[in-house]
């Protein structure tokens, strides 16, 4: 497993993202911790990942809440010996499908308040027990390389995630922490044709548990040396 005897942080585990990471956590081993503003939707992702031989535990969180969060990593820390992997999965409450010509600027910034507030406030809240114990993982989802219309703040957003990252990585990684992003096209949902927008090399876009593998990937020993940089699962939509 490569996640074996890991505790893990999956902050917005309930979402469609979350829950596909957390899981794949969970399968490679580590032990994860779930968190949302709702209740309810977590349970159900813990007992699937319980009913799979998993180990996992929910609390309700509101992530741009920084005591609350700061309290749930000391909590997390306290009972797993430290925290080794955290991921940030958390909606940014964007609006899209109107020009920005139309938008309202605060309709525009609020995802990218959003983003940047929850990544700040989980990631630090992690990476000072990641920095104690000289090791960790730190993953949000980003990018923002793509140029696609009409998506208001999203891109921006995403965008603004991966300097976050870079900033965070250049400070923790001489102390033990790697940060890193993904970059997803977005995923089919059930049922839903996976073929991939115009423009990609691939046919297919990623499924959920692609971007779950992607993610233990970068969080296990095997990308030990890298940090500070972007999983591109767009299928060639956007070309590195």
């Given at each position: 497993?490569?996640?074996?005897?890991?505790?893990?942080?999956?902050?917005?585990?309930?979402g469609a993202v979350g829950a596909a990471i957390a899981r794949g956590f969970a399968r490679e081993g580590a032990v994860v911790h779930l968190t949302g503003r709702t209740v309810p939707p977590l349970e159900d992702v813990a007992r699937r990942i319980r009913d799979d031989g998993g180990a996992a535990h929910v609390?309700?969180?509101?992530a741009t809440d920084r005591d609350a969060v700061d309290r749930h990593a000391d909590m997390v820390a306290a009972?797993?010996?430290?925290?080794?992997?955290?991921?940030?999965?958390?909606?940014?409450d964007d609006l899209q499908g109107i020009p920005l010509l139309d938008m309202a600027v605060a309709d525009v910034l609020r995802p990218v308040t959003k983003a940047v507030t929850t990544t700040l406030t989980?990631?630090?809240?992690?990476?000072?027990?990641m920095v104690r114990g000289g090791s960790g993982v730190i993953l949000v989802m980003g990018g923002g390389r793509e140029a696609?219309?009409?998506?208001g703040g999203s891109h921006i957003a995403?965008?603004?995630l991966a300097g976050v990252c870079r900033q965070l990585a250049s400070e923790l990684g001489p102390q033990g922490v790697r940060v890193a992003w993904l970059l997803s096209p977005g995923s089919p949902a059930p049922g839903?044709?996976?073929r991939a927008a115009e423009g990609a090399l691939l046919?297919?876009?990623?499924?959920?548990?692609?971007?779950?593998?992607?993610?233990?990937?970068?969080a296990s020993d095997w990308a030990r040396t890298m940090t500070a940089f972007e999983l591109n699962l767009t299928g060639g939509l956007v070309v590195d």
């Amino acid at each position: 497993m490569l996640l074996a005897d890991r505790t893990a942080i999956v902050h917005g585990g309930s979402g469609a993202v979350g829950a596909a990471i957390a899981r794949g956590f969970a399968r490679e081993g580590a032990v994860v911790h779930l968190t949302g503003r709702t209740v309810p939707p977590l349970e159900d992702v813990a007992r699937r990942i319980r009913d799979d031989g998993g180990a996992a535990h929910v609390a309700g969180l509101d992530a741009t809440d920084r005591d609350a969060v700061d309290r749930h990593a000391d909590m997390v820390a306290a009972q797993g010996g430290g925290i080794d992997i955290c991921f940030n999965a958390t909606s940014n409450d964007d609006l899209q499908g109107i020009p920005l010509l139309d938008m309202a600027v605060a309709d525009v910034l609020r995802p990218v308040t959003k983003a940047v507030t929850t990544t700040l406030t989980t990631a630090t809240a992690a990476a000072r027990h990641m920095v104690r114990g000289g090791s960790g993982v730190i993953l949000v989802m980003g990018g923002g390389r793509e140029a696609i219309s009409n998506l208001g703040g999203s891109h921006i957003a995403w965008s603004a995630l991966a300097g976050v990252c870079r900033q965070l990585a250049s400070e923790l990684g001489p102390q033990g922490v790697r940060v890193a992003w993904l970059l997803s096209p977005g995923s089919p949902a059930p049922g839903e044709e996976d073929r991939a927008a115009e423009g990609a090399l691939l046919t297919k876009r990623p499924r959920y548990d692609d971007v779950a593998n992607a993610a233990v990937f970068a969080a296990s020993d095997w990308a030990r040396t890298m940090t500070a940089f972007e999983l591109n699962l767009t299928g060639g939509l956007v070309v590195d």
